[in-house]
């Protein structure tokens, strides 16, 4: 099978969320079965110095209305993938990968050049596999311009974050794809009163997946879909949830190189004890014994800021020590550093991102809370499950369908906490249950262990891609 993975980011060159490590991980795992592997993202100015043996092997012209762009076609091969890059200076050497007022014609032009880029390397994939709203119009372009190139061709497109939708104007088709403005007037593309980008990928792809099965369900309803609901629903019997995996071998706590102590499901009591002193040291929590609840997270309102400072003063006020690490809003930046003030010796404060850091977090905490708004996936509830860190979650989206909550009569296979409404008090009700059983030191290492036991892995996940990619083939 000839597998081409479309994204605008992609690990291990430039990544900015999840996306990146979906597009990296799922193509890793899909070469590891065999399976050819090619993946496009644009030549960002942050990807040049993180290239080792690349070389430009073609070079394409898009056209966009009265626009000539040349897009230069580099490649390098890693851990089994091909990856070209796509350059052009004017779209991508900027300081930024997203957030500029033309980033629908960046886009536009960079969806083109990767089929002007097939077209030029002469290869027909099976599958193209596009993410998000930067690459979903693929699957029309092709399909309205009945390009013959791609016949037999089937695409998938992967929904990741529907908050951001590809809006642009009416005209835009024309000037930007060459497209009919009869596709606004049928209502293939329009979307209210604009043209919505990723309704075009869910109009014209074969299949639909999104980050996990519940998120698939919440996104099919009025209240969670985002304005996206009804035109998914056209295409229900399409549209698949697969929860997403993380790398087990990047995140493995019997040999990351960044924490104190390595250990596994057999000896984690004494390497968490070892990488709770060395956090509680660096960051000078004075009771390195305390129970310690932590946070790894971008700091914006959609991950429930407000619930976890509620839960703070009342954990600090039984005994336990916080750890915050994460960047975002302002307010909610100096409300974490108002915290640190108040609890100098059991709150920690990291504004910013730290990889290292995070790593020995999660080796060290015995708690991980996210109580997100809403949550497609989620990755860092794994991580902490496989650094047996216990998640206290509230249960949406991939929160919903990764962590299982301890009710007291489920010690076999529960590997956290979770809870449904989106309120302070139940948060801080969830993590002091959590810390009562913190107290009962059988059960509490029963839970971590079936944390770190926990199967989060991409092997799983990867089936079930592999398995759609297979079913549209034989059609």
Same mark, same amino acid.
Request: aromatic letters at 12%; hydrophobic letters at 35%.
């Given at each position: ?40 993202? %644009? /030549?960002?100015?942050?990807?040049? @110095?993180? &290239?080792?043996?690349? =070389?430009? $092997? ?121 497209? %009919? /403005?009869?596709?606004?007037?049928? @209502?293939? &593309?329009?979307?209210? =009163?604009? $043209? ?280």
């Amino acid at each position: 099978m000839k597998l081409v993975m479309v994204g605008s980011e992609s690990n291990p060159f430039i990544k900015t969320g999840g996306l990146a490590d979906v597009v990296y991980a799922l193509s890793r795992q899909m070469a590891k079965t065999g399976e050819e592997v090619s993946v496009f993202i %644009p /030549l960002y100015s942050g990807v040049k @110095g993180k &290239l080792k043996e690349h =070389e430009k $092997v073609a070079e394409c012209e898009v056209h966009m209305g009265w626009r000539r762009e040349i897009a230069n076609i580099y490649h390098e091969k890693f851990t089994g993938i091909d990856f070209y890059f796509l350059e052009n200076q004017h779209y991508f050497e900027r300081g930024t990968i997203y957030g500029y007022d033309d980033d629908g014609e960046r886009f536009a032009f960079y969806q083109q050049a990767v089929i002007e880029a097939l077209r030029v390397l002469n290869y027909k994939p099976d599958i193209i596999h596009v993410h998000d709203w930067q690459t979903a119009m693929i699957p029309c372009l092709i399909k309205e311009k009945k390009d013959e190139f791609f016949k037999g061709t089937k695409f998938v497109l992967t929904i990741h974050n529907p908050a951001f939708q590809g809006i642009i104007y009416r005209e835009s088709l024309g000037d930007l794809y060459s497209l %009919p /403005l009869e596709l606004y007037d049928n @209502g293939a &593309l329009r979307f209210g =009163e604009v $043209v919505s980008t990723l309704k075009g990928g869910i109009m014209y792809a074969d299949k639909i997946t999104t980050v996990s099965p519940t998120h698939r369900n919440e996104l099919l309803t009025k209240e969670g879909g985002m304005g996206l609901d009804t035109v998914l629903a056209l295409r229900e019997y399409d549209f698949c949830g697969f929860l997403n995996g993380i790398g087990y071998e990047e995140f493995n706590p019997e040999t990351d190189p960044h924490i104190a102590k390595n250990y596994n499901a057999s000896s984690f009591v004494s390497g968490k004890k070892r990488n709770k002193e060395e956090l509680c040291n660096r960051l000078n929590l004075k009771n390195k014994n305390a129970p310690l609840f932590s946070l790894v997270s971008r700091i914006t309102w959609q991950k429930g800021m407000s619930l976890v400072f509620a839960a703070v003063h009342e954990l600090v006020k039984h005994g336990a020590n916080v750890v915050l690490l994460g960047s975002g809003e302002y307010q909610s930046e100096r409300e974490m550093d108002r915290l640190h003030m108040l609890y100098p010796d059991q709150v920690a404060v990291y504004v910013g991102y730290n990889d290292p850091l995070a790593r020995i977090i999660y080796a060290g905490s015995d708690f991980f809370m996210m109580p997100s708004l809403f949550e497609p996936c989620g990755l860092g509830q794994m991580i902490a499950q496989r650094y047996g860190a216990l998640p206290i979650v509230r249960r949406v989206g991939g929160l919903k369908d990764s962590v299982i909550n301890y009710d007291g009569n489920n010690l076999e296979t529960s590997n956290g906490f979770g809870f449904d409404e989106f309120s302070e008090w139940e948060m801080t009700r969830t993590c002091l249950y959590a810390l009562e059983q913190y107290n009962k030191p059988e059960v509490f290492k029963r839970l971590v262990k079936n944390a770190i036991k926990t199967d989060n892995s991409w092997e799983k996940s990867g089936e079930q891609y592999h398995g759609l990619y297979r079913e549209l083939l034989s059609r």
